[in-house]
């Protein structure tokens, strides 16, 4: 699985370091180190108004924020692992 995180301008003042490190500490945390890999992209072309936009293989998924991370993790990245 391959996970790209803006850290575009737009994604950047959002929060997208807070979002890569919440995505590298989740990935340690489950020991997915061999299954996934994360990725910086410099715009995915889907910004919105609130939050980081995550693409996730060929899903974008936007509005990612720190406070929702936990269950996008969950229904993005562990339950199409399992």
């Known amino acids: 699985m391959i996970i790209q995180i ?9 929060g997208s370091p807070e979002i890569v490190e919440l995505l590298q500490a989740a990935v340690a945390e489950n020991h997915l180190e061999n299954e996934v890999t994360l990725a ?3 715009c995915i072309g889907k910004c ?3 939050g980081v936009t995550v693409q996730v293989d060929d899903e974008v ?9 936990k ?3 969950q229904e993005h ?5 399992r």
């Open 6 to 14: 803006c850290v575009g301008s737009s994604c950047h003042i959002k």
């Open 40 to 42: 910086g992209s410099f």
């Open 48 to 50: 919105n108004r609130i």
């Open 61 to 69: 998924h936007v509005g990612v924020t720190k406070e929702g991370f």
């Open 71 to 73: 269950e996008f993790f």
């Open 77 to 81: 990245v562990l339950a199409k692992l």
